[in-house]
């Protein structure tokens, strides 16, 4: 026996020999009985690997079938969440295109027509670099720091009284979206006051920020017939508030 | 075909995942086999698939691999279950010659012989188990042995390889007296 004579067994039992090697080998195997017997022994252990092959192959299958029947008992509960899932996906996603694209909300007709009113009270003290408390509030509300300026409007407005502080005030307070604090600030101008329909204006942008549409059109529509300041904007604005 | 005839054994379960469903509900139409025996009948049927593509019989496939692997079952159905199969074999949709190459013995069909071989084996190291088997049963070359268990050269496969062919050989004989 040579040690390739293993590998030609192989072979020869897998019938992977050319025909020229395979009657090579059965001429020999016809004459050499210690080949016979190995060629007898290969077939065995041939024998043996495949049926190793066989159960384990047949066992992997075994475990595919036992998980796909794990996983297809847990899917109604999957699919259940699966389902509740995507409808709230859906929901908030419908929420969010209604915020976005629903002209008429709240917030966007906010975004759209809400602008803070020009700082017309100290704009001396910007250029002498804010030394007084109000050039310091005012600078903050004209950068938009309205939180800051909403305090130090606010001390300003109870030491001294002035409605254009509260005014100011009301705007900054409007701005971030605290309609509820804002609405007084303009509700105490009176009729003679120079910031009267200013504040009417700010007014029904506050009503339409809290949701309340009928006070927004009456003050809309107050302006619009009797007031001096956008005009035009506030009749856009009644006509998209139409019910 | 070609990844299989290759020795891909993995890609099974991928078939097994894909035609499932499809081959329990056609062959339940034909039987009134259980789930187990629909399961056992398309794991068989899957060996089978495999055992002629790695013998190199399926390499020109003439038929789609659903058509062959309906085949392979509906002959099964057939030669097992004849006492529940509602309906024949009849005319079969595959070439006469790649139906007579279904008739493959499954060794895990086991008589006292195999049993015994099994023990042998049992008796050879996890890593010798695994290269017989990588090599004998699935087909690899010396090359994908080298890379799937991570010999420096093929040398060292070979001589692996021998070494366990050796043992077992070894085994086979002190027990030929009981096996054959």
């Not at chain 1, 030491?159 to 609405?183: H, I, K, N, P």
């Not at chain 1, 009729?191 to 009928?214: F, M, N, P, T």
Request: proline content about 3%.
């Amino acid at each position: 026996m040579e040690p390739d004579d293993y590998e030609l067994l192989h072979d020869y039992l897998w019938g992977r020999l050319e025909p020229a090697a395979r009657e090579a080998l059965e001429a020999r195997l016809a004459v050499d009985s210690e080949l016979q017997e190995a060629l007898d022994h290969e077939r065995l252990l041939c024998k043996a690997v495949q049926s190793m092959g066989d159960i384990r192959l047949k066992a992997a299958l075994h475990d595919e079938e036992q998980f796909l029947r794990s996983e297809a008992r847990l899917r109604p509960v999957w699919t259940r969440l699966k389902v509740a899932a995507s409808i709230l996906i859906l929901a908030a996603f419908a929420f969010i295109l209604y915020q976005q694209f629903d002209p008429g909300s709240s917030d966007n007709l906010l975004a759209t027509y809400f602008e803070p009113y020009p700082n017309l009270i100290s704009p001396l003290n910007r250029a002498e670099g804010h030394e007084t408390e109000l050039g310091q509030a005012m600078a903050n509300y004209e950068r938009g720091a309205y939180n800051t300026a909403i305090r130090q409007l606010d001390q300003l407005s109870s030491a001294s009284g002035d409605l254009r502080v509260g005014f100011y005030q009301g705007v900054a307070l409007l701005a971030t979206d605290q309609y509820r604090a804002a609405l007084p600030h303009f509700q105490a101008i009176p009729a003679s006051h120079r910031l009267y329909w200013e504040a009417h204006w700010y007014q029904a942008l506050c009503q339409i920020g809290r949701g309340d549409k009928a006070s927004a059109r009456t003050a809309l529509k107050r302006l619009i017939e009797e007031g001096n300041y956008q005009q035009q904007r506030a009749r856009q604005l009644l006509e998209t508030l139409k019910p | 075909m070609a990844a299989l005839s290759r020795g891909e054994y993995q890609l099974l379960r991928q078939i097994y995942r894909e035609y499932r469903s499809t081959f329990f509900k056609w062959a339940s139409r034909r039987s009134s086999l259980g789930e187990d025996d629909l399961a056992d009948l398309f794991q068989d049927t899957l060996l089978i698939l495999y055992k002629n593509a790695r013998a190199g019989k399926l390499e020109v496939l003439q038929s789609r691999l659903k058509t062959y692997l309906f085949g392979i079952g509906k002959r099964l159905l057939y030669e097992r279950y004849q006492a529940q199969t509602k309906v024949p074999p009849g005319e079969d949709t595959l070439p006469q010659k790649e139906v007579e190459e279904w008739s493959i013995q499954l060794q895990y069909e086991q008589d006292h012989q195999s049993r015994l071989l099994q023990q042998l084996i049992g008796q050879l190291s996890a890593k010798c188990q695994q290269l017989l088997l990588l090599h004998f049963y699935h087909n690899y070359s010396v090359e994908a042995l080298q890379r799937v268990l991570g010999y420096t050269k093929p040398e060292a496969v070979r001589v692996s390889r021998h070494r366990c062919s050796k043992k077992l050989r070894s085994l086979v004989k002190e027990n030929w007296s009981k096996l054959s």
